[in-house]
């Protein structure tokens, strides 16, 4: 009943809305090429405002309560400066409030309009009468602190500055935070997203996408310059977030200041006038509005047509939503539309950038990349290196090759980390990277899976997208003054930006989609393999677009870079082996003989699907046939998240499985032969390189050594079939001064050729290289 009920009410809009969103779209698309022929760009004013002083203008609706109750606060903060001046507009009040000003307030400016023109036209009017240059807009109901106005007026000093937004705290210390000054914007499915984030890490002057008109100052002089507030927003809301990117397509600045704290104590002088039901009406036509007016890229706009109609069809049927259109905002914006065009012209005019690099500026990390003052060739780089999981402890060999480079990093830069973590337990155990690096940073990710099973980005893409994770790495780029930005696997090459002088690296610790393709015969069932081949080509859609947009791209072996340029040879001089994959050899103490005799080591993390698939491999198809000839031999499992002993066949305490070990050494310098029956995956196996590093004679398939030994005996025993894998693993059981040799001569390759301080004092140079690059 519900749904036919929303169906007939909705039924005159339904019919009407595809030819509503069809004149609209002609009608922009008309002023568009009609600007693009007569159209003028508008000079903008880049100097800054004249002098120390500021004028706060407060809008009061009816509003004499909060008057009396935060006034005297801000007549006080402002008692310092004889230039300063308060400025209180009465917006047509029925409650005597202008009156109130007058009797109690001798030394406050009143401007008295004689009808309501909302908090906008209020507003202007305010700008309008100001005296000085910094006009600071404050909420009736803001409470501010003695000191707050100083650090406003500091983030004037730079000429191309706008505005300066304050911190805004609620006294109720229950209340989430949902405004805090601290405003981020971004472009999703076709229309505009705002949210205020809260971080207590930013203690100074910061990018922010706009100022909120309740609590920010601005250069009166640019405000007036771009019109004021827009009527077309009236009554209420998007005002202040259409000034602020019209500020930034302009080529200027808004900036967010922690240490101006105001408190707002009521929050709600809307809400307590109007029906939700109407706040929300006027919201949802607004954001649309909001893209008529100020979205000039038609690839943006299409999808605002498309993604606005399909909303408002989704609302009819599953009811509405705040955040999605309706058919109810799509007919007020409509009737708003010659307004909107005439917006429009306006913005056009005003613009010196795109919509593109206007969303980009407000993000840490490109306003560093775009207005900070950068050293052609800075001594010792700022590194930024992000991990999808957590590197403490190195309980996977991605794990350990992290950990080790940033032991080496640590003395040759200053590194600066940040890391998803997948548990609040690992929290703790990760304060170690304190120790050494410059910095560290984490974030516990959500549990549950990702969705969008029909959706392009492969599967692992979509695991690792997080909002909060981008964030932190723009908060540190711009905090920490980051020269490079070094992402570890596949995955985080979505956090790539287009910077222009910070230079981006990535580790590709496999090759995802030849990981996958490998992998497909190994799989269980048909549904697994159909499910495979579909990860798989998204995997290699996404791989081949995303790695030729890095400065530099790292792979394990020259093995993985010939793959690669097979694909993709345009990427040749950005592609390098040799920079990451490596160990600190000096850590693993060389023992090529005395091991306890007839054991066999598998060491590896079994949240890598590879080593599952291999351990069942060796336990099925190769320990029967290696201890019908050695019935004393033994198989130790070692590694995380093992499968319990009884998953696999009684061998007569024949098979042992440790689980997790706190340092892999001791099982490394105990056991006699190192088993890699690793059938699937992509890289280098750490494992190998510890194992050679450790004096283990190693037994391994040929993937399993890809890019580490090609021929069978030199480095290690290679044999890609049961029986040979067998007959490979007795002899070096039953050989121990052969088995000896050959760990020698592994030790002498780790030595000579990946050995994680020479990799590192290469890997650092390509860093400089690569910023003197970016910044010729």
């Known amino acids: 009943m519900a749904l036919l009920k929303r169906f007939l009410r909705s039924l005159p809009l339904l019919v009407l809305s595809p030819v509503l969103m069809a004149l609209s779209a002609a009608a922009l698309a008309l002023a568009d090429l009609a600007w693009a022929v007569a159209g003028r760009r508008r000079e903008a004013r880049d100097e800054a405002p004249r002098g120390g002083a500021a004028s706060v203008v407060i809008p009061n609706w009816n509003g004499k309560d909060l008057l009396a109750k935060y006034l005297p606060a801000v007549v006080e903060a402002l008692a310092d400066n004889p230039a300063n001046e308060v400025i209180v507009v009465d917006d047509g009040s029925t409650d005597g409030s202008a009156e109130f000003v007058r009797a109690n307030f001798p030394g406050v400016r009143l401007v008295a309009l004689e009808r309501n023109q909302g908090f906008g036209g209020a507003s202007n009017a305010g700008f309008s009468a100001a005296a000085n240059d910094i006009v600071v807009l404050l909420n009736s109901d803001m409470r501010v602190e003695r000191g707050f106005l100083a650090p406003l007026v500091e983030g004037f000093a730079d000429p191309a500055v706008f505005a300066v937004s304050c911190q805004i705290f609620f006294s109720d210390p229950n209340r989430v935070r949902e405004e805090t000054g601290l405003t981020q914007g971004w472009w999703e499915d076709g229309g505009l997203r705002v949210r205020h984030r809260s971080d207590g890490e930013i203690r100074d002057l910061y990018p922010c996408f706009y100022g909120g008109g309740g609590s920010c100052a601005f250069d009166r002089r640019k405000f007036l310059e771009i019109g004021g507030f827009d009527h077309l927003f009236r009554p209420f809301y998007l005002e202040d977030t259409d000034l602020g990117y019209l500020a930034w397509k302009r080529g200027w600045k808004v900036l967010y200041q922690p240490r101006s704290v105001v408190w707002h104590e009521h929050r709600g002088t809307i809400g307590k006038k109007f029906s939700q039901g109407y706040i929300q009406s006027v919201l949802k036509k607004n954001f649309v509005l909001f893209c008529w007016k100020n979205i000039h890229e038609w690839r943006r706009l299409g999808s605002h047509f498309f993604f606005a109609w399909a909303g408002a069809l989704v609302s009819v049927v599953f009811g509405d939503e705040p955040g999605r259109p309706n058919l109810g905002a799509l007919g007020r914006a409509f009737v708003h539309l010659p307004g909107a065009v005439r917006s429009r012209w306006r913005a056009r005019s005003l613009a010196r950038i795109d919509d593109t690099e206007a969303f980009r500026r407000p993000l840490g990390g490109y306003f560093r990349d775009r207005f900070d003052p950068m050293p052609a060739a800075p001594g010792r780089p700022q590194v930024l290196f992000v991990s999808p999981y957590p590197i403490c402890p190195p309980v996977h060999g991605g794990g350990v090759f992290m950990y080790q480079a940033l032991r080496e990093l640590a003395r040759l830069t200053e590194v600066h980390v940040v890391e998803l973590l997948d548990f609040d337990w690992q929290v703790p155990v990760n304060e170690e990277l304190r120790e050494f690096c410059a910095s560290a940073e984490w974030i516990v990710r959500p549990s549950g899976k990702a969705n969008g ?20 790495i723009h908060r540190q780029i711009y905090t920490r003054r980051i020269d490079v930005v070094q992402l570890e696997y596949t995955p985080l090459a979505q956090y790539r930006e287009a910077y222009r002088r910070i230079a981006s690296a990535i580790f590709e610790h496999d090759v995802y989609f030849q990981s996958i393709a490998r992998g497909m015969e190994h799989m269980r069932g048909p549904l697994e393999r159909l499910k495979a081949r579909f990860e798989y080509l998204r995997a290699l859609r996404y791989e081949l677009r995303a790695l030729p947009a890095f400065d530099q791209v790292q792979v394990c072996t020259q093995a993985n870079r010939d793959y690669l340029l097979s694909y993709l040879p345009e990427t040749a001089p950005r592609m390098r082996a040799g920079l990451r994959a490596g160990i600190d050899t000096s850590r693993y103490r060389f023992r090529p003989c005395g091991r306890e005799p007839d054991t066999m080591l598998f060491l590896g993390s079994f949240r890598h699907d590879p080593n599952r698939v291999a351990l069942d491999w060796f336990i099925g198809r190769i320990l029967p046939a290696v201890l019908a000839r050695r019935p004393e031999a033994r198989l130790v499992v070692a590694g995380s998240d093992p499968p319990p002993a009884h998953a696999y066949a009684d061998f007569g305490g024949r098979l042992e499985v440790l689980g997790y070990v706190d340092d892999v050494r001791e099982p490394l310098d105990r056991y006699a032969v190192f088993v890699c029956p690793i059938r699937s ?14 004096g283990m004679p190693v037994v391994s398939t040929t993937i399993g050594a890809e890019g580490l030994a090609a021929a069978d005996g030199e480095f290690c025993r290679l044999a890609d079939d049961p029986e040979g894998f067998a007959d490979r693993v007795v002899a070096m059981l039953e050989n121990e001064d052969a088995a000896a040799e050959m760990a020698r001569r592994a030790r002498a390759e ?27």
């Open 750 to 776: 780790v030595e000579a050729n990946w050995d994680m301080a020479a990799i590192t004092a290469r890997l650092v140079e390509s860093y400089r290289e690569l910023v003197r690059e970016r910044r010729a």
């Open 453 to 472: 099973m029909g959706s392009v980005l492969p599967y692992a893409v979509r695991e690792f997208t997080n909002a909060d994770l981008e964030w932190l």
């Open 681 to 694: 995956g992509s890289g280098v196996r750490v494992k190998l390189l510890e194992a050679f590093a450790s």
